[in-house]
């Protein structure tokens, strides 16, 4: 059946609806449908009992109510929490109504006035009914639910159970007081079932567990007669175990989530006619369970669940169909896995009941939450108009595709319209200099002002709009190793362009630094892996909408190092070959080489150190005539920086410096690469990444392992420090001193540890973006595959306890070989690997070498040029 948004094929149809008074609550164990007097007829009345303690008795007699349906209306002096009928009276078999209230159990004889007649004909007061009192249990402890059976096997009569809000169940064989038990491991109450083939409780815990106690354990247990914890402490203290036998759970089954309602029923054919089903509904799964606890079968719904009831639909077999209310106003009925009906109500049945009233089968009794009850069926309206004939025409095709191409049109035109940009925004201005700040200028205000090396952007903001913008946030984000003391500021009032006769910008001085070489240093060794840094304004315009704006500038090259003497150290190199005649690096440069006259003549050299790195440095040498460049150092990821400053000095310089108005007739400036790609060296490290990572999960283990060690020896030397008879202590203080020692060892190893995976994983950003950088130009990749590839092959280096940048890369670039980089169907066909952290790294080394290896063979990353046209 189709049950969408739009609603359901079929509706529940009203036979008989009222109001149970009005602004009362009611809950799903406040309805009971049954021949509550004991009728001759066997004619059912319908049972309500309502949180303001209200009991009523219905009888409908034809479709629609009358007045004279409400057979009874009670006031209670408490809460009605739950009804019951059965065999509760003594000295008879006759059902009795049993009401729960929250600090007592009364149990009633429902009884007519007058004959008994059905009708009322007979007898005007047939239709009047009394309800004696038969007895009443008084409670110690706030009552949450009960249930009721022939518990032990007893035969003719029905015993109860009640739960307590704190976990007790007492057990009442009618009118006596039996024995009471706590439940192990309690933190709130559950549903409550009773199964009579095995004389078993099924109950649901806080751990999203089903257990199962047995009758005879539950009876036998007398040590379970107090709270557990009292025995837990005085099993702890060490004065001896309590006395009798703990409650067993006969067996558990974790269901994963909460439970709505738990039912005894024959729901499987294939179960045998000894046995029974347990059907436990959970907020979107319907489990069926057999009663030895095994799962026969699982369905997982698709809504929220609110009720649960089971009902005999074969009187042969005893086979019971499950009727299942829903939160979107609905009810599904399932036999087994099969949805047979699915019907749409007025609103979210809260209790349902199947029985037979008015002398009609299968009517549905629902009560919702506010009080609406109503019988039910099911079924479908006659049509109210006839079905009109059409007249039967000739498709034309070509208006149908005019029609959808125009529709199309629509479409486009309103999802690109969509809603405009608001013209008033927050302009952001930065004003980078070139130069570092002086030692003793009177700008250091702040903890920065103890480094040498800073640097104060002035970021401007303004507003274009008349209002004031308040509370905006400003969030600066710096590349590693440099720092930023407040990285989100908070800006009061931001005045508008119609607060004041003049529109002054407010500035905002940013003194970002570079921290000092000492051990104290955060960024040690740290090479600087970017000099862009990012600015966003977050606010909220006058009109109510959140906006953000964003602005980016480079930090001074003269921030991350200096200019030296030309060193010669060729260990690692790379050579870039343009088509223009190479500028002067003096002049290329002159941010770094400016006051430093030795440096001035050095013509087609130039080194660079980098700060707080133990001298690492950087040289490049220029070729006079060819347009070649080469840069070199001792370590291979300082290439990476001074490459970027270079190719984008270089760019600029040809497009809108001196160079580009030395050939206006030659080709566009261009930058290409035509050496090996230095797998190796890449290769060396993602080695040391990977490294750093076994070691710290190593050290992380070991610390572990020493942690527990030592809580096991503290907790042995406070139980020989409270026992009153002290014993020797047997070297225990001895071995807790240096298992101490010992664990302050390993935690400075996990933070070298932890250290050292910084320093890693920093090299690895700076090879991941050099590499990225050279495949660039060795293949001449177009700005779309480079940025896609800059997705997979990521330079953001990020570990975590569960993934790292080694799986995540790999599994980047098994996407590639399986997607647009595929050679033949059978390997798009394949299966990806799970995500998880490998034994070694060789599989990723060969999957970067295939990507590159595809790339040089004229491979292409964007999927929309594999598709046939």
Same mark, same amino acid.
């Given at each position: ?36 007097? +004991? ?73 007519? #006035? ?46 109860? %159970? ?29 549903? /409550?079932?009773?199964? =009579? ?14 257990? %199962? ?19 837990? =402490? ?100 399932? +036999? ?80 690109? !319209? ?33 480094? =040498? ?66 051990? !104290? ?19 909220? +315009? ?20 200096? !200019? ?22 003096? =002049? ?61 000095? /270089? ?57 527990? #060690? ?7 030397? /406070? ?47 700076? !090879? ?51 997607? %647009? ?49």
């Amino acid at each position: 059946f189709f049950f969408g948004p739009m609603g359901s094929l079929f509706k529940l149809r009203d036979f008989w609806a009222t109001k149970c008074g009005d602004e009362e609550e009611f809950d799903k164990r406040s309805l009971v449908v049954c021949n509550i007097d +004991n009728d001759p007829n066997q004619a059912d009345k319908i049972v309500v009992g309502s949180f303001s303690g209200i009991l009523r008795i219905y009888q409908p007699r034809s479709k629609g109510f009358k007045p004279d349906d409400l057979l009874l209306e009670l006031q209670l002096d408490a809460p009605v929490l739950q009804l019951g009928a059965g065999r509760f009276l003594p000295q008879s078999q006759q059902t009795a109504l049993a009401v729960l209230h929250p600090r007592k159990l009364v149990v009633y004889n429902v009884a007519r #006035q007058g004959g008994q007649g059905a009708d009322g004909a007979s007898d005007p007061l047939a239709r009047q009914f009394t309800v004696k009192r038969e007895y009443e249990h008084n409670m110690e402890r706030t009552a949450y639910n009960f249930c009721y059976g022939q518990f032990g096997g007893v035969h003719g009569k029905d015993y109860i %159970c009640v739960q307590s809000m704190d976990g007790q169940l007492q057990f009442f064989e009618q009118d006596k007081l039996v024995f009471a038990r706590f439940l192990h491991n309690f933190v709130v109450p559950g549903h /409550l079932c009773y199964c =009579q083939k095995t004389d078993s409780f099924i109950t649901n815990t806080s751990t999203l567990d089903i257990e %199962c106690y047995k009758y005879q354990v539950l009876h036998s247990s007398s040590g379970s007669e107090e709270k557990e914890d009292k025995s837990q =402490q005085q099993s702890d203290a060490g004065s001896g175990s309590v006395g009798g036998k703990k409650i067993q759970v006969d067996w558990s089954v974790n269901v994963g989530e909460d439970v709505v309602d738990i039912r005894v029923a024959k729901y499987s054919t294939s179960t045998a006619s000894y046995s029974q089903d347990i059907i436990v509904l959970g907020e979107r799964t319907l489990f069926c369970m057999k009663q030895e606890g095994v799962i026969r079968q699982q369905k997982r719904l698709d809504y929220f669940c609110a009720c649960l009831t089971p009902y005999t639909w074969n009187q042969e077999s005893k086979i019971q169909n499950i009727m299942i209310g829903t939160h979107n106003n609905s009810i599904q009925i399932y +036999n087994e896995q099969s949805l047979i009906w699915a019907a749409k109500t007025q609103s979210i049945p809260l209790a349902m009941e199947v029985s037979t009233l008015c002398k009609v089968e299968g009517m549905i009794v629902m009560l919702t939450a506010d009080g609406q009850l109503s019988v039910n069926y099911l079924g479908t309206d006659p049509a109210s108009t006839p079905v009109q004939n059409l007249e039967s025409k000739e498709l034309d095709y070509e208006d149908m595709d005019e029609e959808h191409r125009r529709l199309q049109a629509l479409i486009r035109q309103a999802v690109n !319209a969509g809603k405009a940009e608001p013209k008033d925004r927050v302009q952001l201005k930065a004003q980078v200099p070139n130069v570092l700040n002086s030692p003793s200028d009177g700008t250091f205000d702040s903890p920065a002002s103890q480094h =040498q090396r800073s640097v104060t952007v002035n970021l401007f903001l303004s507003y274009t709009g008349e209002e004031d913008i308040e509370n905006a946030v400003l969030t600066v984000s710096v590349p590693s190793p440099f720092q930023l003391d407040e990285q989100s500021i908070l800006i009061l009032s931001l005045h508008g362009s119609g607060s004041r006769g003049t529109h002054t910008p407010l500035v905002v001085h940013l003194t970002i630094y570079l921290p000092d070489s000492s051990p !104290a240093g955060n960024s040690v060794g740290l090479l600087p892996t970017s000099l862009s840094t990012t600015c966003i304004v977050a606010y909220t +315009n006058p009109s109510g909408e959140p906006l953000t704006t964003k602005t980016t500038f480079l930090l001074p090259l003269a921030l991350a190092g200096c !200019a030296i003497p030309p060193v010669k150290n060729p260990q690692f190199k790379i050579t870039l070959d343009t088509n223009r005649v190479p500028p002067q690096m003096q =002049q290329l440069f002159d941010d770094i080489v400016a006051g430093k006259g030795e440096l001035a003549n050095a013509g087609n050299v130039l080194s660079f150190q980098y700060y707080n790195t133990n001298s690492c440095d950087v040289t490049i040498l220029v070729s006079k005539n060819a347009g070649r460049y080469r840069i070199q150092s001792g370590i291979f990821e300082a290439l990476w920086l001074f490459t970027c400053e270079l190719t984008r000095r /270089l760019k600029i310089f040809y497009s809108d410096g001196e160079g580009a108005a030395m050939e206006d007739n030659q080709e566009p400036f261009c930058i290409s690469y035509s050496e090996n790609l230095p797998f190796q060296e890449y290769f060396n490290s993602i080695d040391a990444h990977f490294k750093a990572r076994q070691n710290l999960t190593q050290g992380q283990q070991v610390l572990s392992e020493r942690a527990h #060690q030592f809580r096991s020896i503290q907790k042995r030397l /406070l139980v020989r420090f409270k026992d009153r008879n002290p014993s020797p202590l047997s070297n225990l203080d001895l071995l807790f001193e240096d298992t101490y020692r010992h664990l302050i060892v390993v935690s400075e190893k996990v933070e070298g540890n932890q250290r050292q995976l910084q320093a890693t994983a920093n090299s690895l950003t700076c !090879a991941t973006n050099l590499m990225l950088f050279l495949i660039r130009y060795r293949f001449q990749l177009k700005k779309e595959d480079f940025k896609v590839l800059q997705h997979y092959l990521s330079p953001v280096v990020v570990d975590s306890q569960t993934q790292g940048w080694e799986e995540c890369t790999d599994a980047a670039m098994t996407h590639l070989l399986r997607t %647009c980089l595929a050679k033949n169907a059978r390997e798009s066909g394949s299966l990806p690997q799970p995500l998880q952290v490998p034994n070694d790294i060789n599989k990723l080394k060969k999957h970067i070498a295939l990507v590159c290896d595809r790339l040089a063979k004229g491979g292409t990353l964007q999927m929309e040029s594999k598709k046939p046209k």
